[in-house]
């Protein structure tokens, strides 16, 4: 940071001070003296329409200025409560006085005088609600903001001096005039002593001079960041993380302390008081500046001749000082985490809910915000492309300090881990260079855009990587590779820290507090020389060609050093290096130009100055933070208006200033002319001068004059311009070429249409894009415009929507300009598969398109249209390829038939046998159903159907799986038969004998599949007979249901024949046909199957039912054969006598001895007509019925 001294405001009639205090969240001044002095002053900034003069470079005056009257002795404590807008005061007989603020003045509100001791401090929590007072008797009282008294106490036997709130509230710290503090609760009672470190061997009496204990409402700088400050007399103070901390922060300011006071973000400790003058006998008044672990940063030399007190404003960028009767104002210029690299503005800030840095990349062109949360933040580095954060590592790892490498959008590139830490960063184009105090490490970057492949595959197979080095600070290094990546020596102490870094891409300089400059060169880091400067150098700064070095000192001193220079000293030996005559004080930011070595800017308090040579020009009214400086122009940042709002910065805070040699050729040009403006610029020339001179000669159609400064300024393009312009013989042709040159393109087509040169405004309109207005211009044109160029605009402007995903807008456009690629796309992102069919069917054969499109309709599953698409363009494989993936087994079954591809069979068997690894029969089956493959899907279907019936669970499940086998033969018979008819309609001689050959071909085909074809409905019929005498059994038709069973006999290979027979001698038993129960029965006892106890169990039951009825059935029903008409029993399904076969009714189960009977069209089963015509559907194949009889 630097603070210089800004402004004096006098107290009339030389009225002594005592106190002062800034209000933080309204930015009033009150200010205590003697004789009952008391005003509050008002400072405030005056807002102009120049937006380069903001914050403290703004004037400011007093827009209050109100004496306050009520005091009669000394005022000496005054104390703000900022939420709401009281101001607390006490002077030297104890009276309190407390005010308000009422249209625009301060009124008395309160008034309390105790009248037994003199108040020594008061203080308002942090939200405002309780303030405490303390009397020096040891009086104590705790009151709210409406004045109310909360709690009061007397510390018996002590003197007090000072009271501080604990961020929270739940704390009081008392200090007593013996130097010692006491914790109390909130409620007034003794918690414990705080332990004084900082008096260590210290002797005599002290005096406490300060307490403060930051609040934390504007974020802490780092996580567990020291916050409570004490201070005594003697300039010994301790900065503590809490009231417990047993290793506090330990200073020794060396002088003579009357107050201290923390900054509104915790980062600056303010120490005021006096020192006693090395030159001078008598003391001086100074303010030194503490960071919260103990580092100086900062000393203020005030004049006068005692100084009181001291306040920070509440934006942290001022200070006020209380100085015998004057109040001095301090600027304070901080050293914000910041950088810019690449026309983006990268800082840091904290917030209070945040314990992470909250790092922003501000693009200053487009105003876009890229924020990163960082922990552990120590500081921000930037340049050209890239920036650093160096940061603080987590005590998990092994080393400590962590570089960052990022881009312009806080995109990490690289890190290095470190064990030195990072107190000084230095960026150049391939390097970054990390200072301690002790040593330094350079590593040599590079980034993924610089990588080569060849360079990419040598990082990856070499081990060792030699792009990191370190040093220690004291090493000679010769270039020849030493300083191996060994942290160990880093350590070593020295005795000349360093202090200061920079880099060039040639030359690295390093500071050191002695005054010495170490010079190395790069990228072999070799000590080139010494240089010796009569100053400690703060921060110094190369020129942009390495041979000027800017040296600001800790004073805020800027010198120059000439690198180049040579000179003989008395002893006659030749010295590289010279300090430069030249000096200005209170600068705290400079910047060289990147084009030129004798150009730099520098802020000086609150004035920017840009030299040339060492002469400056006008200085501007600036506050600003300097980015960037290039082409006489100079990019600076109003950092301190962006931190106030930091997560919305504002356009308005980039400034843009031109240097007064740029202003005055732009003045020459306008008022006087080319020739003046040529000698001006060739008395301080520079390339944007002589750019500026070209392009007001091109304006005047100077073309002499601008080819020689388009030379001097070597601009090539400009040089070939200036050529094609001098080809041309019309003068209105040149204008129009210059106005397009110069961007107003407006200008440039009007002349063009006025020169009846149409197609030159066009060809103008297609260099820039303007698509729309060249299909304006070729439809106005007589002839309706080029056909090419038109077709041309209309394809550019369907991309233009097309880029923005507009598809419906592109489409319109490419069917005008029939580009039949992009308008698939479209259609394909509409999902306008309508649109994307028509496109295919309008393209002629083998039209590069087809593939592409086939291969579309593919991933949306429309299997037909892919392949018409690729039979289009004889790519029959794709096609079987397209089939296969959707599923499509008898689409591609038949194009590999009818196209003569063998490899589908194998690749069928391949992939249903994948599934049958994996059981996935169901899908293996619907896979060959697909391809047509019936016979080998009611196989699979059959094995599904045996191991559900083996499982006796589920029968009605069991039939449905035999029904679906059968009709999978069903289909196989179907397909034959519509082969040989196929293969008839071809021969028609053989179309006589069509159905006999479809029959023998079936034969020839299925031979080894026959049983399977034969028996194709049997188990279907078994387990529909078992299921249909079960349910006869069960409604009561026990007679249906015993023949039912008869029938079912013939089916005990497929059913369990004692399941068969139990439910036939159930049913017989309940039929009164003891003769087929007792049939049953011996049939059971004699299945190989049954265990003895089901033996003995059948033997038993057998036993008890024919003991008590005769093994005869009560009753036998004969019906007539209709074909030997003998008569035979009716529960037979074969004649005896003629052998003659019955089919059986699947409604009822009863063998069928009519003629006329119903038949099903799917199955071929026959069941009788009564009995059918209540049925919907067929019992066994479950197939509607249609129509009548068969």
């Not at 592409?852 to 363009?873: D, I, N, R």
Request: hydrophobic share 40%; net charge negative; proline share 3%.
């Amino acid at each position: 940071m630097f603070i210089y001294l800004s402004k004096k405001i006098a107290i009339p009639n030389n009225t002594r001070l005592r106190c002062v205090s800034w209000n933080r969240d309204q930015g009033f001044i009150a200010c205590g003296g003697e004789d009952g002095l008391l005003k509050v002053l008002k400072l405030e900034i005056q807002s102009g329409g120049d937006n380069k003069i903001r914050g403290l470079a703004a004037p400011s005056n007093l827009s209050m200025n109100q004496t306050l009257e009520g005091h009669s002795g000394a005022v000496q404590v005054v104390t703000w409560n900022g939420h709401y807008q009281k101001l607390t005061t006490s002077d030297q007989y104890g009276l309190i006085i407390v005010w308000m603020l009422y249209k625009g003045n301060w009124y008395e509100e309160m008034i309390n005088n105790r009248n037994k001791s003199l108040v020594r401090s008061m203080a308002w929590n942090a939200d405002g609600q309780k303030i405490c007072i303390v009397y020096e008797d040891g009086a104590v009282i705790v009151g709210s903001v409406d004045g109310n008294r909360i709690w009061g106490k007397e510390l018996k036997g002590y003197q007090l001096c000072h009271v501080e709130w604990s961020p929270d509230g739940k704390l009081l710290l008392f200090g007593m005039s013996n130097g010692e503090i006491h914790l109390y609760d909130s409620q007034g009672n003794m918690c414990s002593k705080l332990a004084i470190y900082c008096l260590t061997n210290v002797t005599g009496a002290v005096q406490i001079t300060g307490i403060d204990w930051y609040n934390g409402l504007q974020g802490y700088i780092e996580p567990n960041c020291p916050t409570l400050a004490v201070c005594f007399d003697n300039g010994r103070a301790q900065i503590m993380k809490h009231e417990n901390d047993e290793n506090p922060v330990l200073i020794d300011t060396g002088m003579q302390v009357v107050q201290i006071q923390w900054n509104n973000t915790g980062s600056a400790l303010a120490v005021a008081g006096s020192q006693k003058s090395a030159q001078q006998d008598k003391d001086i008044n100074v303010v030194q500046f503490y960071t919260p672990f103990g580092e100086h940063m900062r000393t203020l030399k005030v004049p006068g001749r005692s100084m009181s007190a001291v306040s920070w404003e509440g934006g942290g960028l001022r200070i006020a000082l209380a100085v015998d009767s004057f109040i001095y104002f301090a600027n304070i210029r901080p050293d914000y985490k910041w950088g810019y690299c690449a026309n983006t503005v990268v800082y840091a800030f904290t917030k209070p809910d945040r314990m992470e840095h909250c790092v922003v990349f501000w693009e200053t062109n487009t105003t876009e915000r890229h924020i990163k949360y960082v922990r552990n933040l120590i500081s921000v580095t930037a340049y050209g492309d890239h920036c650093v954060l160096a940061t603080r590592a987590d005590e998990t790892t092994g080393q400590v300090y962590v570089l960052v490498l990022c881009n312009s959008i806080g995109t990490p590139l690289e890190s290095k881990y470190i064990d030195i830490e990072p107190q000084y960063v230095a960026v150049t184009k391939t390097h970054v260079i990390a200072a301690s105090k002790e040593a330094f490490y350079v590593w040599q970057y590079k980034t993924p855009k610089k990588l080569t492949a060849m360079e990419v595959n040598q990082a990856l197979g070499k081990k060792k990587d030699n792009r990191e080095r370190v040093y220690h600070i004291d090493d000679t290094p010769s270039g020849a590779g030493e300083g191996l990546l060994d942290f160990s020596k880093a350590f070593a102490p020295t005795r000349d820290p360093i202090c200061s870094v920079c880099a060039s891409d040639k030359l690295l300089i390093i500071g050191r507090e002695s005054g010495t400059l170490n010079r190395y060169s790069l990228p072999h880091v070799a000590l080139v020389n010494k240089h010796t400067v009569n100053c400690r150098p703060h921060s110094i700064s190369l020129n942009c060609n390495s041979s000027r070095l800017a040296i600001i000192d800790i004073a805020g001193l800027l010198t120059f050093f000439d690198l180049d220079a040579k000179w003989v000293n008395q002893d006659g030996q030749e010295i590289q290096g010279q300090h430069l005559d030249f000096e200005r004080k209170d600068v705290w930011d400079m910047k060289w130009a990147e084009d030129n070595t004798e150009l730099f800017a520098m802020m000086e308090k609150t004035r920017m100055y840009i030299f040339r040579n060492l002469d400056p020009e006008e200085p501007i009214l600036s506050s600003g933070y300097i980015c960037h400086f290039e082409d006489l122009n100079i990019k600076a940042v109003l950092l301190d208006e962006i931190l106030k709002d930091p997560e919305h910065p504002n356009k308005e805070f980039m400034m843009e200033m031109e240097i007064k040699s740029l202003r005055d050729t732009r003045d020459l040009l306008d008022k006087v002319g080319i020739e003046d403006a040529a000698q001006f610029i060739e008395d301080n020339p520079h390339p944007r001068l002589w750019r500026l001179l070209a392009e007001a000669a091109l304006e005047n159609l100077d073309l002499k004059m601008a080819d020689q400064a388009f030379v001097r300024c070597r601009d090539y393009q400009g040089i070939e311009f200036v050529k094609r312009l001098g080809n041309l013989q019309s003068e209105t042709m040149r204008s129009a070429e210059v106005a397009a040159y110069f961007k107003r393109f407006e200008e440039a087509e009007r002349m063009y249409l006025d020169m009846d040169r149409r197609d030159l405004a066009v060809n103008l309109r297609i260099k820039l894009g303007d698509w729309f207005r060249v299909v304006q211009l070729l439809k106005a044109g007589s002839g309706g415009g080029d056909d090419t160029q038109l077709i041309q605009a209309w394809n550019a402007i369907g991309d233009y929507y097309a880029d923005r995903q507009k598809w419906s807008n592109a489409v319109q456009y490419y069917v005008q300009g029939n580009n039949q690629e992009r308008l698939a796309e479209c259609y394909y992102m509409l999902e306008d598969f309508i649109g994307l069919q028509k496109l295919a069917d309008g393209l002629p054969e083998n039209h590069k398109l087809l593939p592409e499109l086939g291969a579309q309709f593919v991933t949306v599953g429309m299997c037909e249209e892919a392949v018409q698409a690729y039979l289009k363009c004889n790519q029959v494989k794709k096609a079987v390829d397209c089939c296969v993936e959707l599923n499509q087994w008898d689409q591609a079954v038949e194009l590999a038939k009818t196209h003569n591809i063998k490899e589908i069979d194998s690749l069928l068997a391949r992939y249903a046998a994948h599934l049958l690894d994996k059981d996935k029969k169901l899908q293996a089956i619907e896979l060959y159903r697909k391809a047509n493959h019936f016979i080998e899907a009611a196989k699979l279907m059959f094995q599904i159907a045996e191991e559900y019936a083996k499982k006796k669970e589920k029968p009605q499940r069991t039939k449905k799986m035999y029904v679906l086998g059968a009709l999978l033969i069903e289909s196989y018979h179907e397909q034959m038969k519509l082969m040989s008819k196929l293969k008839a309609k071809s021969n028609r001689k053989a179309e006589a004998s069509s159905a006999l050959a479809g029959l023998l071909e079936e034969e020839a085909l299925a031979t080894s599949d026959m049983k399977i074809i034969d028996n194709a409905w049997r188990g279907a019929e078994a387990h529909h007979f078992f299921l249909l005498a079960q349910r006869q059994l069960y409604q009561g038709y026990v007679d249906a249901s015993m023949k039912t069973c008869l029938r079912l006999c013939d089916y005990d290979d497929i059913i369990d024949p004692v399941d068969i027979y139990s439910l036939l001698a159930l049913a017989a038993c309940a039929n009164r046909a003891f003769g087929t129960c007792s049939k049953a029965f011996i049939k059971l006892e004699s299945l190989g199957s049954a265990t003895p106890e089901q033996h003995e169990q059948y033997e038993k039951l057998a036993l008890e039912i024919f003991t008590k009825h005769a093994p005869k059935d009560s009753r036998t029903n004969k019906t007539e054969c209709h074909t030997c008409e003998n008569m035979i029993p009716d529960t037979t399904s074969l004649c005896p006598n003629c052998e003659a076969k019955f089919p059986t009714c699947v409604v009822t189960g009863r063998p069928i001895m009519d003629y006329q009977v119903w038949m099903c069209s799917t199955c071929k089963h026959q069941a009788f007509e009564g009995e059918i015509q209540n049925q919907t559907m067929c019992p066994l194949c479950h197939a509607s019925i249609k129509s009548g009889p068969y």
